[in-house]
């Protein structure tokens, strides 16, 4: 059964970071994109960064140069290093892992991020 958990989530101020982590149980990353998507108040919910089996990165354009997703080399965690964060980025942050032929798409609970001074 796959499980996504994050954590990290909490209050930062503008210009400062935090880092995400998705711990992940029975995901075979070779058969899943995983990702980082976000939900603001009042907002649908979007995609902040993907990464790929072979090291492949998509990214926003909102946080491109701000935002690093990567995941442990053993173990099964995902990151998403976030940098000079701004209010903007205010969002509960989800863990997801889609699957890259079929089969059922995989979300954690979320983690919220609050930048504010």
């Known amino acids: 059964q796959i499980q996504l958990v994050e954590s990290g989530g909490g209050l930062a101020q503008p210009g400062n970071s935090l880092r995400l982590s998705c711990a992940t149980t029975?995901?075979?990353?070779?058969?899943?994109?995983m990702g980082w998507y976000r939900q603001a108040p009042e907002k649908q919910r979007e995609l902040v960064a993907t990464l790929e089996f072979d090291g492949t990165t998509n990214y926003a354009d909102a946080v491109k140069g701000r935002f690093t997703i990567s995941r442990a080399i053993t173990g099964g965690t995902l990151y998403l290093q976030m940098n000079n964060l701004k209010p903007e980025d205010t969002a509960v942050y989800y863990c997801?892992?889609?699957?890259?032929?079929?089969?059922?798409?995989?979300w954690g609970q979320g983690t919220r991020v609050t930048v504010s001074s």
């Open positions: 029975g995901v075979t990353f070779s058969w899943y994109v």
């Open positions: 997801n892992a889609q699957p890259k032929s079929w089969g059922a798409n995989y």
